[in-house]
């Protein structure tokens, strides 16, 4: 058992940035323990999709043809127990996606292998892998060991992982799977679009996040508009969401959206609870306002200040 295999997933005829990711993550383990990293790509016609994955550190990408147009996770366990068997990896990666979760549990149960779900950190230990994840609504971190497993089955969080940067050439090799005669094939009927409220946190590179302390219903208008005066996309914390004060989607943090490509962060009036600090921690500019010099988010924050909020929204107002 060496190396690494990766399971890459694509939806609607793009090959998705967790790939990528899981990709990163499975060089960065390689850089310690050694040995191969592979890239599954079930697909009906894997050609097409292949580019995106020749990415610098892979070193083989196996295809399985004829997988059907769309993602089943019949076909895709199949798929990944018969990759497992061909090139016996130490560790097989899959995204922490609603892909990679209606299967995950199942291979690894047909694996035999150690099994870990929403991992954000991975390194190798004293006794084999370490794999983190969160525990107790993301207030503790909890270590996972594998001991005496010889394959272990991890799915891994999005936007944590980097993606290598440039390009390989890695070597092409076709594995046979009869799709059709994958016992417990579900059908595809539609795509439904979630409700969408304009608002796409992941891909905004600069929000204005407000919070309980804004205080009331009738304050969010005020801080709407200055975001859109500066060109920010408006975030939340659970509480605003909660509280219908606005759409869901606006929610930064663990049961929200994960700010992925955001270069600067200003929280208004947030405490700064684990739970939404797992949405923003990892921004590169963060500035803090509130009243509460203790808050947590000072912690994260580069910049702080402890000006009540509609003081700070009055001096930036008058800046426009
Ligand atoms: C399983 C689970 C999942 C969760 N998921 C999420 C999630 O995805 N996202 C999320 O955000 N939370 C989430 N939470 C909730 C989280 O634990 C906190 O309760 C929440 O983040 C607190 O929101 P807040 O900071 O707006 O409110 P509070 O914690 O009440 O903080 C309000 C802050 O505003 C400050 N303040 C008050 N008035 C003013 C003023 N006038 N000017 C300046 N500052 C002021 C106060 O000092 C305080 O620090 C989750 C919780 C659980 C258990």
Redesign the pocket.
């Known amino acids: 058992m060496s190396g690494i295999l990766v399971v890459a997933e694509h939806l609607r005829g793009a090959v998705s940035d967790i790939s990528r990711e899981l990709i990163g993550a499975a060089c960065r383990l390689r850089e310690q323990t050694g040995g191969p990293v592979r890239v599954l790509l079930v697909a009906d016609d894997p050609a097409a999709l292949l580019a995106p994955l020749q990415l610098a550190g892979v070193d083989e990408i196996l295809t399985v043809a004829g997988a059907g147009a769309h993602f089943d996770p019949a076909v895709t366990e199949a798929a990944a127990h018969l990759a497992a068997l061909h090139c016996e990896p130490e560790v097989i990666l899959l995204g922490h996606t609603s892909c990679g979760m209606s299967y995950a549990a199942a291979l690894a149960v047909r694996l035999g292998s150690g099994f870990g779900a929403d991992i954000f950190d991975l390194e190798p230990g004293p006794q084999g892998l370490r794999a983190t994840r969160g525990g107790y ?2 207030k503790v971190n909890i270590v996972l060991e594998f001991p005496g497993k010889p394959v272990v089955v991890l799915t891994l969080r999005g936007a944590t992982f980097k993606p290598p940067e440039g390009g390989g050439t890695p070597a092409l090799v076709a594995l046979a799977l009869d799709a059709a005669a994958v016992p417990g094939r579900s059908e595809h009927l539609a795509f439904t679009e979630a409700p969408s409220a304009g608002v796409d946190i992941g891909k905004a590179e600069y929000i204005l996040s407000i ?3 804004i ?1 009331e219903d009738k304050n969010v208008a005020r801080f709407a508009q200055l975001a859109e005066r500066l060109g920010f996309t408006l975030g939340c ?4 969401a909660d509280s219908g004060w606005l759409h869901k989607a606006h ?6 959206k994960v700010a992925a490509n955001c270069k600067l962060y200003v929280a ?9 600090l ?2 923003m921690k990892h921004v590169e500019t963060i500035i803090a ?4 010099a203790h ?1 947590p988010i000072f912690n994260v924050a580069s910049h702080g200040s402890t ?4 003081e700070f929204a009055d001096a930036i107002e008058k800046l426009l």
């Not at 914390?237 to 605003?240: E, F, G, K, L, Q």
């Not at 929610?251 to 929200?256: A, D, M, S």
């Not at 306002?289 to 509460?292: F, G, I, K, L, S």
């Open positions: 609504g993301a919070g309980r302390g205080q914390s659970r509480p605003v929610q930064v943090g663990l049961t929200g208004l009036g947030i405490s700064g609870a684990v739970q939404h797992h949405g306002v509130n009243t509460d808050a000006l009540d909020v509609f």
